[in-house]
Nanobody
Framework: QVQLVESGGGLVQAGGSLRLSCAAS????????MGWYRQAPGKQRELVAT???????IYADPVKGRFTISRDDTKNMVYLQMNSLKPEDTAVYYC??????WGQGTQVTVSS
């Protein structure tokens, strides 16, 4: 079964950090561009960050300098390190693979 499974979400105070992980099964991430999206209540899903097969990264303006996307193709994993979290980062975070393929999402809640 081809799937992406996110983990690492939770409740954190503003200024804190979280690291999201995305584990893939049935698909080789090294053959795909990967990314993270998020969707806050009442809002559309939006891009957070992407990383190409070659390792080039792109970040949405609101997270630049605070979030870091990375990939470990040997483990078939993608990560999102989130630092200096703000209440406006509260959302369900989704792992994305080009194709596309989506994970089920993990909730991130940042309290003020």
């Amino acid at each position: 079964q081809v799937q992406l499974v996110e983990s690492g979400g939770g409740l954190v105070q503003a200024g804190g950090s979280l690291r999201l992980s995305c584990a893939a099964s049935g698909t080789l991430l090294r053959l795909n561009h990967m990314g993270w999206y998020r969707q806050a209540p009442g809002k559309q899903r939006e891009l957070v960050a992407t990383i190409t097969i070659g390792g080039t990264t792109i970040y949405a303006d609101p997270v630049k300098g605070r979030f870091t996307i990375s990939r470990d193709d040997t483990k078939n994993m993608v990560y999102l390190q989130m630092n200096s979290l703000k209440p406006e980062d509260t959302a369900v975070y989704y792992c994305w693979r080009s194709g596309p393929l989506w994970g089920q999402g993990t909730q991130v809640t940042v309290s003020s």
